[in-house]
């Protein structure tokens, strides 16, 4: 089975900080998704990455940014938090003509 | 534009009733269509996928869905719903470059409670 793993399942971050959140899967993917989960609002795209050292802009990228230095590490990079960045991160990975599978997500507060 | 348009965001069923739950969509392409489903807390786990081929898929759960064409249509049903079923869910399109950057476009979600 198809392992993503999103480093942290809760954090808790201060306004201005620079906030790393990782994603690691373990079936030689090579495109790796981040999303946000907002209520009524499903998941809307922020980054992915088709390949190390490739990104391309979702939907939503702005106050992100991305590193894709490893296959299979993907990170989400808050430059400095906002309140408006709190919210439920999902991080995703698929192979070739295959739907994505998902991790636990990282629910991330900023005060 | 893309969309993906659940138009219930709250349903309640009873145990051992029936479901369907809706997903509408607008693609200018023959859409790749996904059902996923989110437990609390949790990631989403796939239910089931059209790509080609017979319009009634059926996935896991004993649930299925039925791709229609003419109303951009891919609406989930279930028979019998059990009490575990509750979770929230949510319908997903993605294009014929599904295989060259796999993008999804996810509709709001509907959340189902299921009375005992």
């Known amino acids: 089975d198809v392992k993503v793993t999103q480093s942290s399942r809760y954090l808790v971050k201060r306004t201005g900080e620079k906030v790393f959140l990782e994603c690691v899967q373990d079936?030689?993917?090579?495109?790796m998704f981040w999303y946000r989960q907002d209520p009524g609002l499903g998941l809307r795209l922020i980054y992915f990455s088709y390949d190390v050292k490739m990104k391309e802009k979702g939907d939503i990228p702005e106050g992100y940014s991305v590193s894709r230095e490893k296959k299979e590490r993907f990170s989400l990079i808050l430059e400095s938090a906002s309140t408006n960045q709190t919210s439920m991160y999902l991080c995703?990975?698929?192979?070739?003509?295959?739907?994505?599978?998902f991790g636990d997500g990282t629910r991330l507060s900023i005060l | 534009a893309q969309s993906v348009t659940q138009p219930d965001i709250h349903i309640t069923v009873s145990e051992g009733a029936s479901l369907e739950l809706r997903c509408n969509y607008s693609y200018g392409a023959t859409p790749y269509l996904f059902w996923y489903v989110q437990s609390p807390g949790q990631g989403l786990q796939l239910l089931l996928k059209y790509f080609s081929g017979d319009t009634l898929v059926q996935g896991i759960k004993g649930f299925e869905a039925e791709f229609k064409r003419s109303q951009s249509s891919f609406n989930l049903r279930k028979p019998s719903v059990h009490w575990s079923d509750a979770a929230e869910y949510f319908c997903?399109?993605?294009?014929?470059?599904?295989?060259?950057?796999?993008?999804?476009?996810f509709g709001q979600g509907t959340e189902l409670s299921v009375k005992p």
């Open positions: 079936m030689d993917h090579e495109n």
């Open positions: 997903a399109v993605g294009g014929l470059r599904y295989n060259q950057g796999g993008k999804l476009i």
């Open positions: 995703a990975s698929l192979d070739s003509n295959q739907p994505q599978h």
